[in-house]
């Protein structure tokens, strides 16, 4: 595989999954923290108290990323560390981490890509109705503006939200994530307000930074059916219009996705569905982020009318996700020939397995490795079909708090060892190094 000299070859993190600090410093509580101090709604009862410290740790974190070679760092910031009410009040040294960060990483000639929405509302505002109140659409305005005002002078690129799907679905409807709701009228109009507060944050972050390149990021899933049969087709079709299609149709073109629309019927009653053409703003970039691939076909199951199926013969990651590389080359042609962003990140990918813990100075994790290179091979081919492709950030730089699975799931080409939040590379970060030395030469 080849990739032009000047792709940006990153890896990506969350505030809530590895800062720490508590509610140190005038941090204010979030939903994720609610959530997570609330029994039963993670693994163990893991929080993301001290996480991988990195709050503390950021210079090491950063000299690893040196060490790794890396060209780009996506990270998110904790709206309540700057924001601890959410609105009004701003939290010096919140912005003063942030302001840290941002110069180490430029010092080590990393390019900083800041994600505004990782998850993490203030509790304040949750408690306020959170995104289901149509005022988070202007709260999220703001603090994109307070974001902007002290970073701008050193951020150029910008992220609004993170996975619009997975914040309104599966923290409103699944309700495994925070804030846990089980309501599918909520979830739809959660998802709705993201897509405004995207729309609206954007010309927000480029009055205060002119040169800035603004973009979101959207997990999609390659949807398909093991067969030809017409009807299995459709159920895959529909799925894909459930996650992937909502929102990029949204966000890309200010409009939903018609078919889905007919089939929610009257979930979307209390929304005014015309609005969300305020969310196609032109953006700078698209990020997607991509882990598997879902099978469908036809069947009596929920909404869709549709039944998941188990591949035949494919691996699985530690998530229980399968790896299909070849969904990311597919994903990418489609989502550049209809959509037509004029740059695509692959802003995460990644895996979890069962690491073995550190022998001698490593931590030895082929099955990342391999992973990570048959993604990166079809992202190569896409880049060969005229997908304008630029960067690359893998999940994660660290292992860290993984939501609702805690630290039992590790996705980290670094191994943190919690109790003494030691890093280790695994060998597929020395992969990683490797590659981007090569590439690069
Ligand atoms: C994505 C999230 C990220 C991480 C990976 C495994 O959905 O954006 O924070 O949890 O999954």
Redo the contacts with the bound molecule.
């Keep these: 595989m080849v990739f032009p000299k000047d792709f940006l070859w990153g890896a990506a993190t969350?505030s809530y999954?590895i800062e720490g600090g508590g509610l140190t410093d005038g941090r204010g509580e979030c939903i994720w923290h609610r959530f997570s101090h609330t029994p039963g709604n993670v693994v163990n009862g893991d929080t993301g108290d001290v996480a991988c410290d990195h709050y503390h740790r950021y210079r090491e974190d950063v000299a690893l990323m040196k060490e790794l070679g890396l060209k780009a760092y996506r990270f998110s910031t904790s709206w309540p560390r700057v924001l601890p009410n959410g609105i009004g009040q701003i939290n010096r040294a919140g912005i003063d981490f942030y302001s840290r960060l941002v110069d180490e990483l430029l010092e080590a000639d990393i390019r900083p890509f800041i994600t505004l929405y990782?998850w993490d509302l203030p509790q304040a505002l949750q408690d306020k109705g959170g995104w289901e109140n149509p005022d988070s659409v202007k709260w999220f305005g703001d603090y994109a503006g307070v974001m902007a005002n002290a970073l701008g002078d050193r951020i150029t690129d910008w992220t609004t939200l993170?996975?619009p799907f997975?914040i309104s679905f599966v923290g409103n409807f699944f309700g495994t994530h925070a804030p846990g709701k089980q309501d599918i009228k909520a979830a739809y109009l959660v998802a709705h307000h993201l897509m405004l507060a995207h729309g609206a944050a954007v010309p927000v972050i480029r009055q205060a930074v002119p040169n800035a390149r603004v973009g979101i990021t959207i997990?999609l899933g390659y949807f398909e059916s093991p067969t030809d049969n017409e009807a299995d087709v459709q159920a895959a079709y529909r799925e894909d219009g459930f996650k992937n299609r909502w929102f990029l149709d949204a966000a890309l073109k200010g409009q939903y996705p018609a078919d889905i629309v007919a089939l929610l019927g009257d979930i979307l009653e209390d929304i005014d569905l015309a609005a969300v053409k305020s969310a196609a703003v032109p953006v700078d970039f698209l990020g997607i982020?991509y882990?598997r691939r879902h099978l469908f076909v036809a069947g009596s199951d929920g909404l869709f009318s549709s039944k998941d199926v188990e591949p035949d013969g494919s691996e699985f990651t530690a998530m229980g996700w399968e790896i299909y590389p070849d969904g990311l080359r597919k994903l990418l042609v489609r989502v550049a020939e209809e959509y037509k962003p004029p740059v695509i990140y692959v802003t995460?990918n990644g895996a979890a397995f069962d690491d073995p813990p550190p022998a001698q100075g490593v931590v030895n994790d082929p099955r990342r490795a391999a992973y990570l290179r048959d993604h990166f091979a079809a992202a190569s081919q896409a880049i060969e079909q005229g997908v304008p492709l630029k960067g690359y950030f893998v999940?994660s730089l660290l292992d860290n708090f993984?939501?609702a699975e805690g630290y039992n799931k590790r996705?980290g080409i670094i191994y943190v060892d919690y109790a003494t939040q030691k890093r280790t590379f695994k060998s597929s970060a020395r992969y990683y190094q490797q590659l981007i030395s090569e590439q690069l030469r």
């Design positions: 969350a999954q990782h993170n996975e997975v997990d982020n882990y995460e999940w993984e939501w996705f």
